[in-house]
C-alpha cells in the first residue's frame, strides 16, 4: 500500500514536538502547476515541506504565496475511520455501550472548495459537520491515557451521506463513503485540543449544527484506543467525531461551511451529478 513503509518508519520515528505536541502549527496540502506539495502555513505564505508533517517533513526552503496555490485536502491517509451516532442530540433512544464504527475509502476525501456530488441516483443527501484527528504515530493496541500522544493535529469534516441509501443497503460504505462524500480542511492545526473544541456547520450561511467535541459519547482518546484494539492506525489516518443534531437534505448549488475552532472554515460547493 502506499506510503507503508514510510508511514512505519515515520511512526517510530515522530517525536513528541509532533504527535501529542502543544505545539500550535499549521499544515496544508497544495497544488502548483500540477504539483502537489505539502507545507507549512505562516500568516499568508506556505513553506514548502519535504513530507507530509506527521511523516517528519522539513522546510525546503521555497515558499510560496497560499493566494497562489490551490488548497488540496491538507490529510492523505489509508484509513479513515467514522463513528456513528456519537453525539446524543443526534440520536433517538438510549446511547450505545461502544462506539459506532465503520471505514470508508480514502478515495472519497476531497478538500477546500471542492465539489461535493450528489450521485443521480440518490435523493435525500445530508450535510454532517464533523472534527476530524489525524494520526501522528503507528498506534497498535494503545491506552486510553496513552492515546493523545497518537494524535497530531486537527480539521474539520463535513461528511455528505446518501440517507436512502444508508437506509437501503445492508452497510453504509456506498451511502457514507463514495466519490467526493468527505471533504476535509483546509489546514491541519496542531496545538489543540480536539476533546474540547466548539462545531460549527452552515448552510448557505445559516447555522444548521453546532455542538462542542466535549459533548462526544466517546471522546477522541477512547476512540484512538478502541480503534487500535482491532486495527492498527498508521501515520495519516483519520478518526472522525460523528456528527450531532438534526441534518437536513443539501440539494444542487447549496454551498456547507463547517468550522471546527482553530481551524480556518471549510467550504464545501454541492452540486447534483448530471446538472
Same mark, same amino acid.
Given at each position: 500500500?502506499?506510503?507503508?513503509?514510510?508511514?512505519?518508519?515515520?511512526?517510530?520515528?515522530? =517525536?513528541g514536538?509532533l504527535?501529542?505536541s502543544?505545539?500550535?502549527a499549521?499544515?496544508?496540502r497544495?497544488?502548483?502547476?500540477g504539483?502537489? =506539495?505539502?507545507?507549512? +502555513?505562516? &500568516?499568508? !505564505?506556505?513553506?514548502? /515541506?519535504?513530507?507530509?508533517?506527521? /511523516?517528519?517533513? $522539513?522546510?525546503?526552503?521555497? !515558499?510560496?504565496?497560499?493566494?497562489?496555490? $490551490?488548497?488540496?485536502?491538507?490529510?492523505?491517509?489509508?484509513?479513515?475511520?467514522? !463513528?456513528?451516532?456519537?453525539?446524543?442530540?443526534?440520536?433517538?433512544?438510549?446511547?450505545?455501550?461502544?462506539?459506532?464504527?465503520?471505514?470508508?475509502?480514502?478515495?472519497?476525501?476531497?478538500?477546500?472548495n471542492?465539489?461535493?456530488?450528489?450521485?443521480?441516483?440518490?435523493?435525500?443527501?445530508?450535510?454532517?459537520?464533523?472534527?476530524?484527528?489525524?494520526?501522528?504515530?503507528?498506534? &497498535?493496541n494503545?491506552?486510553?491515557? &496513552?492515546?493523545?500522544?497518537?494524535?497530531?493535529?486537527? $480539521?474539520?469534516?463535513n461528511?455528505?451521506?446518501?440517507?436512502d441509501?444508508?437506509?437501503?443497503? +445492508?452497510?453504509?460504505?456506498?451511502?457514507?463513503?463514495s466519490? $467526493?462524500f468527505?471533504?476535509?480542511?483546509?489546514? *491541519?492545526?496542531t496545538?489543540?485540543d480536539?476533546?474540547?473544541?466548539?462545531?460549527?456547520g452552515?448552510?448557505?450561511?445559516e447555522?444548521?449544527?453546532?455542538?462542542? !467535541? =466535549?459533548?462526544? +459519547?466517546?471522546n477522541?482518546?477512547?476512540?484512538?484506543?478502541?480503534?487500535?484494539?482491532?486495527f492498527? +492506525?498508521?501515520?495519516?489516518?483519520?478518526v472522525?467525531?460523528g456528527?450531532?443534531?438534526?441534518t437536513?437534505?443539501?440539494?444542487?448549488? &447549496?454551498?456547507?461551511?463547517?468550522?471546527?475552532?482553530?481551524?480556518?472554515? *471549510?467550504?464545501?460547493?454541492?452540486?447534483?451529478?448530471?446538472?
Amino acid at each position: 500500500m502506499k506510503h507503508s513503509l514510510n508511514k512505519i518508519v515515520a511512526g517510530l520515528m515522530v =517525536s513528541g514536538a509532533l504527535a501529542g505536541s502543544a505545539q500550535a502549527a499549521e499544515f496544508v496540502r497544495y497544488e502548483q502547476n500540477g504539483t502537489v =506539495s505539502w507545507g507549512e +502555513l505562516v &500568516d499568508s !505564505t506556505i513553506h514548502q /515541506l519535504t513530507d507530509a508533517p506527521y /511523516l517528519g517533513g $522539513t522546510r525546503t526552503g521555497t !515558499t510560496v504565496a497560499e493566494s497562489a496555490v $490551490t488548497l488540496k485536502a491538507p490529510v492523505d491517509p489509508e484509513l479513515v475511520v467514522m !463513528t456513528a451516532l456519537n453525539f446524543r442530540s443526534h440520536i433517538t433512544g438510549e446511547p450505545a455501550e461502544y462506539p459506532g464504527l465503520f471505514i470508508v475509502p480514502a478515495s472519497s476525501i476531497i478538500g477546500p472548495n471542492e465539489n461535493m456530488v450528489i450521485p443521480v441516483d440518490s435523493n435525500n443527501f445530508h450535510y454532517e459537520a464533523e472534527a476530524v484527528v489525524v494520526i501522528g504515530k503507528r498506534a &497498535d493496541n494503545v491506552s486510553v491515557e &496513552d492515546a493523545s500522544d497518537y494524535i497530531f493535529g486537527l $480539521t474539520a469534516g463535513n461528511d455528505g451521506s446518501a440517507r436512502d441509501w444508508q437506509s437501503a443497503d +445492508l452497510q453504509w460504505t456506498r451511502a457514507k463513503g463514495s466519490k $467526493t462524500f468527505n471533504a476535509v480542511g483546509p489546514t *491541519l492545526v496542531t496545538g489543540l485540543d480536539p476533546n474540547n473544541v466548539q462545531i460549527e456547520g452552515r448552510l448557505n450561511g445559516e447555522v444548521r449544527q453546532g455542538e462542542n !467535541t =466535549s459533548d462526544m +459519547l466517546f471522546n477522541f482518546d477512547y476512540m484512538v484506543s478502541y480503534i487500535s484494539r482491532y486495527f492498527v +492506525l498508521e501515520p495519516g489516518d483519520l478518526v472522525w467525531s460523528g456528527t450531532m443534531n438534526v441534518t437536513r437534505q443539501l440539494n444542487h448549488g &447549496d454551498v456547507y461551511e463547517v468550522e471546527v475552532e482553530g481551524v480556518p472554515v *471549510l467550504r464545501t460547493p454541492v452540486v447534483k451529478a448530471g446538472m
